[in-house]
């Protein structure tokens, strides 16, 4: 049995005790003897007497038991257990007060009684009559004011605020990886002096094929042909649209990165989904080699992932660059290079297409996933992790 529930048995014996105890002030019995005695009132003894037998509605610590054990419980339902034994005792109290001092009660009775009496006893009757009718009265109303405070004080209990308790805990969002990905690039490549520029996701053919140098029937379109909207609009496939858009609006020297979302139609699996990230990048200026194209990107890998990776440049393909490089990445002493992403110097035929002159200016970009480099930097393994929003994975980043 725990203290609460030894609390709570306390409380009910003490409240049935003093519930029985007021019933028998209610015995007609009890009533007629006090009437009886009424001739006799003159004599300080038998008021005594009287007093006795009507202790339980005098008695001061009738209830600190019951405060005291009702302070020992901390059940808020056992709490309002008692409050409502707490009734047939006020209702006892009540019945007495109606049985005593009520219009028909038995002090109203004895006063009418008070005339009958021979004049030498009236007086001194009378006056341990009122005594005692102010005694009991002042008794009933003093425990009918520590009842309400009883209640009230339990009230008060179960209502109090529980400082110990569990709070309610309201989880703070935070950035998805990706999101938390992106900035950090961002934020390497703002120190390096680049802007960050943005572009359609629903984007023209002309952006997305033509401007990049890809004619209508190059085979180069099968590999970002995604997803149309209508004849001439697609769902981006990659970033490198921005660039011309960027270019066609500002005059070289152009420093920006551009990082956003992608679409291809490609089938779901541990390393591809349709719906991906790019960060694309472009500078153009007077000057510019591969030579540093390999240190803007050798300096990002550091900053990204840290001193102890190296990148490598190996030829490749890309209608939009001249040479086209690919970029691959290893941490120092593995054997497996992970590619990045494409990089190249920009094919003079794009710069004039946006009304450069390709004799005077050089440019160099590259396009790197997102996802990718999220993976390689946190072990990640399935790239369709990011996207189906389980908790357990978004919680650990
Ligand atoms: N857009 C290419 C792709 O999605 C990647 C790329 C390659 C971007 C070379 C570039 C670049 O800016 O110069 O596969």
Redesign the pocket.
């Known amino acids: 049995m725990n203290s609460s529930n030894g609390s709570l048995k306390v409380v009910e014996q003490t409240l049935n005790q003093t519930q029985e105890q007021l019933f028998l002030l209610l015995d007609p019995s009890i009533l007629t003897n006090i009437q009886k005695q009424f001739q006799t009132f003159s004599d300080p003894k038998v008021l005594e007497d009287i007093k006795k037998q009507l202790r339980p509605i005098a008695d001061p610590h009738i209830f600190a038991d019951i405060k005291k054990n009702l302070r020992a419980l901390g059940d808020a339902t056992t709490r309002a257990d008692v409050l409502k034994q707490l009734r047939p005792i006020s209702e006892a109290f009540e019945a007495i007060r109606v049985e005593y001092l009520g219009r028909k009660g038995i002090f109203a009775q004895m006063f009418k009684e008070l005339g009958q009496l021979a004049p030498d006893k009236r007086a001194k009757t009378g006056q341990n009559l009122n005594a005692l009718k102010k005694w009991v009265s002042n008794a009933l109303e003093e425990r009918h004011n520590e009842l309400k405070a009883l209640s009230e004080a339990s009230i008060i209990a179960e209502e109090k605020v529980d400082l110990t308790l569990p709070g309610v805990y309201h989880s703070l969002g935070h950035l998805h990886l990706l999101t938390q990905v992106q900035q950090e690039i961002e934020s390497i490549f703002l120190h390096m002096g680049f802007d960050v520029a943005t572009g359609p996701e629903i984007e023209s053919e002309y952006y997305n094929f033509e401007a990049l140098n890809i004619p209508e029937d190059h085979p180069a379109r099968e590999?970002?042909d995604s997803f149309y909207i209508d004849d001439s609009h697609l769902l981006r496939?990659?970033?490198?649209p921005v660039?011309i858009r960027v270019m066609e609006q500002t005059d070289p020297p152009v420093r920006i990165i551009c990082p956003g979302r992608?679409y291809r139609r490609d089938t779901q699996d541990a390393t591809h989904s349709p719906v991906f990230h790019?960060v694309?990048?472009?500078w153009v200026e007077e000057g510019l080699s591969l030579a540093n194209l390999k240190y803007v990107i050798e300096y990002f890998v550091h900053e990204f992932f840290g001193a102890e990776y190296e990148m490598r440049l190996s030829g490749d393909f890309?209608p939009?660059?001249e040479p086209?490089v690919q970029v691959h990445m290893r941490s120092l002493g593995s054997s497996d290079w992970l590619e990045l992403?494409?990089?190249?110097m920009?094919d003079p035929a794009v710069l004039a297409k946006v009304g450069y002159d390709p004799e005077k200016v050089t440019g160099?970009?590259?396009?790197f996933g997102i996802e990718r480099m999220a993976m390689l930097r946190y072990g990640i393994d399935d790239i369709r992790t990011f996207l189906t929003n389980d908790l357990r994975f978004i919680e650990q980043f």
């Open positions: 590999e970002w496939p990659h970033t490198s660039q992608c790019q694309e990048l472009l890309f939009f660059t086209s992403g494409g990089a190249g920009v160099f970009a590259f396009g």
